[in-house]
């Protein structure tokens, strides 16, 4: 079983992807914190995030592997765990920015596909899930709510490692990121024809994953 869960930044994808994988016994894959995990190889590279062939080829060479269960993953890169050190801003900006480059692109969901494939299946979050890494996926959901309640969550998670954040600055940087995934060249952020769309904005986590869950219960009846 494959299930996708495609939706803009702060939608509660990876909250929900880990209570659904945890439920159904499947794999997780973050294919956020992987993006992250390539933009931490970036940022100590020293190369810069506009030069996108010297960016693609730190990304390629790059050992980004996920471990562990849905509660206790862990995001390692080049044989380090570096789980807390992709949650800065500074690292959130740049995946944003490096997810723009196709061949960084393709060598993500390359590796992610692999993962996918392994087991009994996985629940994947990102932004072109259902579109691109598995098209074909069993169920694909996709999560949004209005940009405020957005950068809200955003803040509210990141307010404490990042002292100098403020709210402003969080919903300036939601609205880039929407702007810079739906506009994209390279597997933008579009809703799946068959995807299906819950806007959270009014919603508990529990009410939207009761939501999922019974979508995928119905699904799988006979």
């Excluded at 494959?2 to 997780?28: C, H, N, V």
């Excluded at 807390?84 to 490096?98: F, L, M, Q, Y």
């Excluded at 869950?213 to 699904?219: D, Q, Y």
């Amino acid at each position: 079983m494959i299930i996708a869960i495609d939706g803009p930044s702060g939608a509660g994808k990876s909250t929900l992807g880990r209570m659904l994988a945890r439920e159904l016994g499947l794999l997780y894959i973050d294919t956020g914190a992987m993006y992250r995990a390539a933009a931490l190889a970036v940022l100590r590279s020293g190369v810069s995030t506009q030069d996108g062939s010297s960016v693609a080829e730190v990304v390629t060479n790059a050992r980004i592997t996920l471990e562990g269960d849905p509660d206790s993953l862990r995001v390692m890169l080049d044989g380090r765990d570096v789980s807390e050190e992709i949650r800065t801003e500074e690292v959130s900006h740049t995946a944003s920015v490096i997810s723009t480059v196709s061949e960084v692109r393709r060598a993500l969901v390359g590796r992610q596909r692999v993962l996918g494939a392994r087991g009994r299946g996985a629940v994947l979050d990102g932004r072109d899930i259902g579109t691109v890494v598995f098209p074909q996926a069993d169920f694909k959901f996709f999560l949004t709510a209005r940009p405020e309640e957005r950068a809200h969550r955003r803040y509210e998670e990141e307010r404490l490692r990042e002292r100098d954040l403020t709210f402003e600055d969080t919903l300036a940087d939601i609205n880039k990121r929407d702007h810079r995934d739906s506009t994209r060249a390279d597997s933008p952020l579009v809703i799946a024809e068959d995807a299906i769309v819950i806007d959270s904005t009014e919603l508990s986590i529990d009410e939207v994953y009761e939501r999922m869950m019974s979508e995928i219960r119905e699904g799988e009846k006979p």
